[in-house]
């Protein structure tokens, strides 16, 4: 391991206490390849201020990565271009004290984060600073085990391709949409296990007495109010402007809960049960009578979802009730999968907001009838319709493509829905638009083309799943930029396909159809 080190006496005394750890390639530099050349340094404006933030309370460290194997890079290449990275975020007021290179192709493995982090403790001595204070933003859950075995608290960034190292990140760790909000989230939570242990306990309070508390969920956040307890439940309707024909999930944290709710649960919605419970699966059930009418807007049945992101779980075990939550977002709008997204929607409405990060999956549940003899598919989500059809040993009826009148099941499940203050459009062809700057683009996979306008790229690497964790926040940051339309192609209709094309086509759907040449 070698490193290039900066001055820390100059430091004040009150950073000389903690330290940040930051992965060099998804976190400091944008672009997630492994950076080989000076030219390919990518820092953004919201990148350096996020790390401008946490260097006036951390210590500040960068370790990268590069694959010496291939012999396509050489240590003093290295050394060269995190020297010139020093020096852009140094001229931007950015401080690192050291940029450490982990060799993880030499034959000495040692310095590698993933799989011995001495280092760390090498500066933690060096610079006599509270390893179990510290934190690590990384984009590799590998680093993870040796760095939490320290005592260090991990991020985990949604950064490109790293959404596919989801699969190996336990459900209780942190993800993040960028660097912004994990520093955000690092500023709001010093002691992270007890910040977010209180943060459990007020809003499991709140809960009791009557409060709207928001919290994360795998899929987007919810808004929730004690089920059983009717003004509560009312006031979610107000704030977000619902109409009460409209109802809402109950979630629950155990099958006991289930019991409380619903008197039947027929053999193939237990099977669904089995296999996707805790997840991102709603029932609907005939309901037992002690649940409100305002849950179900006075329907007979009532939809129930058994979480798995370990912050709602928690929330609804303290709480001792079900839980009745809609996404946290107006009526109508896009849903939020972060905690600064329900604040931009829903400042001074909810008595308690719980930061459990982003949201891994990105898109809401899916819906599935199971009150009759087939189940019917009211909403689809992140769960491949055919697997849920081999585990529920039966065809499942697909009725959310139908429109509202012929959708009697489904009520509450609009055409318009997910929708931007901007228009979207979905259109065949984005690049007849190309030369607009007026207008912005969704995209999917390496595209090549020169758009005028602004693009966000829901997944260079066509993922269906990254498309999914980045299509609201997407949505959002192109609406903020004040353009005359957003323009999307619709994606791949084959696994989460389905749902973000749902939301897409939902989001864009205009009661007079809409002319392309015309926006
Ligand atoms: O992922 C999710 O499902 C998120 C998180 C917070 O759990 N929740 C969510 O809730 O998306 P909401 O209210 O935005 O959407 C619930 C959908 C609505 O379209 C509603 O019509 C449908 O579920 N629904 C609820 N109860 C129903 C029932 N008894 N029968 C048919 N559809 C129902
Ligand atoms: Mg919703």
Same mark, same amino acid.
């Given at each position: 391991?070698?490193?290039?080190?900066?001055?820390?006496?100059?430091?004040?005394?009150?950073?000389?206490?903690?330290?940040?750890?930051?992965?060099?390639?998804?976190?400091?530099?944008?672009?997630?390849?492994?950076?080989?050349?000076?030219?390919?340094?990518?820092?953004?404006?919201?990148?350096?201020?996020?790390?401008?933030?946490?260097?006036?309370?951390?210590?500040?460290?960068?370790?990268?990565?590069?694959?010496?194997?291939?012999?396509?890079?050489?240590?003093?290449?290295?050394?060269?271009?995190?020297?010139?990275?020093?020096?852009?975020?140094?001229?931007?007021?950015?401080?690192?004290?050291?940029?450490?290179?982990?060799?993880?192709?030499?034959?000495?493995?040692?310095?590698?984060?993933? $799989?011995?982090?001495?280092?760390?403790?090498?500066?933690?001595?060096?610079?006599?600073?509270?390893?179990?204070? $510290?934190?690590?933003? =990384?984009?590799?859950?590998?680093?993870?085990?040796?760095?939490?075995?320290?005592?260090?608290?991990?991020?985990?960034?949604?950064? @490109?391709?790293?959404?596919?190292?989801?699969?190996?990140?336990?459900?209780?760790?942190?993800?993040?949409? &960028?660097?912004? +909000?994990?520093?955000?989230?690092?500023?709001?939570?010093?002691?992270?296990?007890?910040?977010?242990?209180?943060?459990?306990?007020?809003?499991?309070?709140?809960?009791?007495?009557?409060?709207?508390?928001?919290?994360?969920?795998?899929?987007?956040?919810?808004?929730?109010?004690?089920?059983?307890?009717?003004?509560?439940?009312?006031?979610?309707?107000?704030?977000?402007?619902?109409?009460?024909?409209?109802?809402?999930?109950?979630?629950?944290?155990?099958?006991?809960?289930?019991?409380?709710?619903?008197?039947?649960?027929?053999?193939?919605?237990?099977?669904?049960?089995?296999?996707?419970?805790?997840?991102?699966?709603?029932?609907?059930?005939?309901?037992?009578?002690?649940?409100?009418?305002?849950?179900?807007?006075?329907?007979?049945?009532?939809?129930?979802?058994?979480?798995? +992101?370990?912050?709602? $779980?928690?929330?609804?075990?303290?709480?001792?009730?079900?839980?009745?939550?809609?996404?946290?977002?107006?009526?109508?709008?896009?849903?939020?999968?972060?905690?600064?997204?329900?604040?931009?929607?829903?400042?001074?409405?909810?008595?308690?907001?719980?930061?459990?990060?982003?949201? #891994?999956? @990105?898109?809401?549940?899916?819906?599935?009838?199971?009150?009759?003899?087939?189940?019917?598919?009211?909403?689809? @989500?992140?769960?491949?319709?055919?697997?849920?059809?081999?585990?529920?040993?039966?065809?499942?009826? #697909?009725?959310?493509?139908?429109?509202?009148?012929?959708?009697?099941?489904?009520?509450?499940?609009?055409?318009?829905?997910?929708?931007?203050?901007?228009?979207? +459009?979905?259109?065949?062809?984005?690049?007849?638009?190309?030369? #607009?700057?007026?207008?912005?683009?969704?995209?999917?996979?390496?595209?090549?083309?020169?758009?005028?306008?602004?693009?966000?790229?829901?997944?260079?690497?066509?993922?269906?799943?990254?498309?999914?964790?980045?299509?609201?926040?997407?949505?959002?940051?192109?609406?903020?930029?004040?353009?005359?339309?957003?323009?999307?192609?619709?994606?791949?209709?084959?696994?989460?396909?389905?749902?973000?094309?749902?939301?897409?086509?939902?989001? =864009?759907?205009?009661?007079?159809?809409?002319? &392309?040449?015309?926006?």
């Amino acid at each position: 391991m070698f490193t290039t080190t900066n001055s820390f006496w100059n430091l004040p005394m009150d950073k000389q206490r903690a330290a940040v750890f930051l992965d060099r390639d998804g976190i400091i530099n944008a672009d997630t390849s492994i950076l080989e050349h000076p030219d390919r340094i990518c820092l953004t404006p919201e990148g350096i201020d996020a790390l401008r933030n946490l260097g006036r309370r951390y210590l500040l460290f960068v370790f990268a990565r590069p694959d010496f194997s291939g012999k396509r890079i050489a240590p003093r290449e290295v050394a060269y271009i995190n020297l010139a990275l020093d020096k852009l975020l140094r001229n931007s007021g950015v401080d690192i004290l050291e940029w450490c290179v982990c060799p993880r192709a030499l034959k000495d493995q040692r310095g590698c984060i993933d $799989s011995d982090p001495f280092f760390l403790k090498q500066t933690a001595e060096k610079y006599g600073f509270n390893l179990k204070r $510290s934190f690590i933003i =990384s984009i590799n859950p590998q680093d993870f085990p040796a760095t939490e075995a320290l005592g260090i608290f991990s991020l985990f960034l949604l950064s @490109g391709p790293s959404v596919t190292h989801l699969g190996n990140l336990p459900d209780d760790r942190l993800v993040f949409h &960028s660097l912004e +909000h994990a520093a955000s989230w690092i500023g709001k939570h010093p002691i992270p296990m007890v910040d977010m242990d209180r943060a459990l306990t007020d809003g499991a309070c709140s809960i009791k007495a009557g409060g709207l508390v928001a919290f994360p969920t795998e899929t987007v956040y919810g808004l929730g109010a004690d089920a059983f307890n009717h003004l509560a439940v009312a006031r979610i309707f107000e704030v977000k402007k619902r109409p009460l024909h409209n109802p809402l999930i109950v979630h629950i944290a155990d099958i006991a809960q289930l019991e409380q709710l619903v008197d039947e649960v027929s053999p193939v919605a237990l099977r669904l049960i089995n296999r996707y419970w805790p997840g991102p699966l709603s029932l609907v059930f005939r309901k037992k009578s002690a649940v409100p009418d305002i849950v179900t807007a006075g329907q007979p049945t009532v939809a129930v979802r058994m979480p798995a +992101h370990p912050m709602a $779980s928690e929330l609804i075990r303290r709480s001792k009730t079900p839980i009745a939550a809609p996404s946290a977002n107006a009526f109508g709008r896009t849903s939020a999968t972060s905690a600064q997204h329900v604040l931009d929607q829903l400042q001074n409405v909810c008595d308690v907001l719980i930061d459990g990060g982003a949201c #891994r999956i @990105g898109v809401e549940s899916t819906v599935v009838t199971v009150t009759g003899t087939k189940p019917i598919l009211l909403r689809p @989500g992140a769960i491949p319709i055919e697997d849920m059809e081999t585990t529920a040993d039966t065809s499942i009826l #697909r009725k959310y493509m139908l429109p509202m009148e012929n959708n009697p099941e489904s009520p509450g499940m609009m055409n318009t829905h997910y929708q931007t203050a901007t228009p979207i +459009h979905i259109v065949e062809d984005c690049l007849p638009f190309a030369g #607009r700057t007026d207008i912005g683009f969704l995209l999917f996979g390496q595209t090549g083309d020169t758009f005028a306008g602004p693009t966000r790229n829901l997944s260079h690497t066509s993922d269906l799943k990254e498309a999914a964790v980045n299509l609201y926040l997407a949505m959002r940051e192109l609406d903020a930029l004040g353009l005359k339309a957003i323009v999307s192609k619709l994606l791949p209709e084959t696994g989460i396909g389905y749902a973000i094309n749902d939301r897409l086509r939902k989001a =864009s759907f205009k009661p007079d159809g809409f002319d &392309s040449q015309k926006d």
